[in-house]
């Protein structure tokens, strides 16, 4: 996979509840905070944070390959949506 | 907690295991990417990402709010580290 040419993207992918999805993780630490000493807090959800490096061609190419990813491995698109952020980070030797 | 003049901030914290720390959720889902189709993925990393509205006198306090919240409950500080942003979206009522 290391062709001559290829670039190296730095990808972030937010996964987050759809909005409406029960967040039972979220809730239980927003019911928590007023006891832990904070006040204030609200509207806690909580998804996960998947960062990684893929080899592409160009950005449009990255991007393509990182949203499939998305879609097919990384979230369940029935109650899950997907924020892909990425940059160039170098050149593949 | 809505006294007036209050704003209220959207943060968004992401928890990620500190570099050198073991991630074998990371490390799966690495190696099944050439199995799935997707080459040229590599640095596989799975953290948390929080989303929670705080209401705050201004973006410093809000802040150190958040801060002080990671660090206590958040995040294991031993293995992992955490990015907040803020940003004002509006005036508590």
């Known amino acids: 996979m290391c062709e ?4 190296i993207f ?23 905070m007023p006891t832990l000493g904070f006040s204030g807090v609200s509207g ?6 998947i960062r990684f490096e893929i080899d592409a061609a160009d950005e449009a190419a990255a991007r393509s ?9 990384l979230t369940n698109p029935v ?3 997907a924020i892909v952020e990425l ?3 170098g050149v593949a030797s």
Not at 4 to 7: D, K
Request: net charge negative; aromatic share 4%; glycine share 8%.
């Open 79 to 81: 109650i899950e949506d």
């Open 87 to 89: 940059e160039p980070v």
């Open 10 to 32: 730095s990808v972030h992918v937010e996964v987050r509840l759809r909005p409406g999805i029960a967040d039972p993780q979220g809730s239980t630490i927003e019911r928590a």
């Open 4 to 7: 001559y040419g290829l670039m």
């Open 65 to 73: 390959e990182a949203e499939d990813l998305c879609n097919r491995f």
């Open 44 to 49: 806690v959800r909580v998804g996960k944070s």
